[in-house]
């Protein structure tokens, strides 16, 4: 058991620097179909927006930002069922795959906040 807390907690950073070397598009085509109507409905039902925000912003204090450009969906869906932090694991027993999956999906289409210096109202 010691040896697959010790896989979990090194595949996470080496999942996230490939993350950042390849970009999300590589990734977020790797990723099962879900539904992504149906991930931000188990993501509130569930109390994900608690903690990383209801459009997975996050904070500081609660939790980091889940999107835009989620993580890829293998370091993902290992830290939601083996956190390496204070975050609760959710099993498969709490949170089924497809709602996973659901979630990721939901995650995926979540846009990129618009540049405050691209606003029109600021060029007044």
């Keep these: 058991m010691q040896n697959a807390s010790l896989h979990h907690r090194l595949s996470i950073p080496i999942l996230m620097a490939a993350w950042l070397a390849g970009g999300a598009p590589a990734f977020a085509q790797g990723a099962p179909p879900g539904d992504a109507a149906n991930g931000r409905r188990v993501y509130m039902a569930d109390g994900?927006?608690?903690?990383?925000g209801n459009v997975g912003q996050g904070s500081r204090p609660t939790g980091p930002h889940l999107a835009p450009n989620p993580l890829p969906y293998a370091a993902f869906?290992?830290?939601v069922r083996h956190p390496v932090n204070a975050m609760p694991p959710y099993t498969s027993v709490v949170l089924s795959e497809q709602d996973l999956t659901d979630i990721?999906?939901?995650l995926l289409t979540i846009p990129p906040l618009?540049?405050?210096?691209a606003a029109a109202i600021l060029d007044h």
């Design 104 to 106: 990721y999906a939901y």
């Design 77 to 79: 869906a290992a830290q």
């Design 114 to 117: 618009i540049d405050p210096k």
């Design 48 to 52: 994900c927006y608690q903690c990383h």
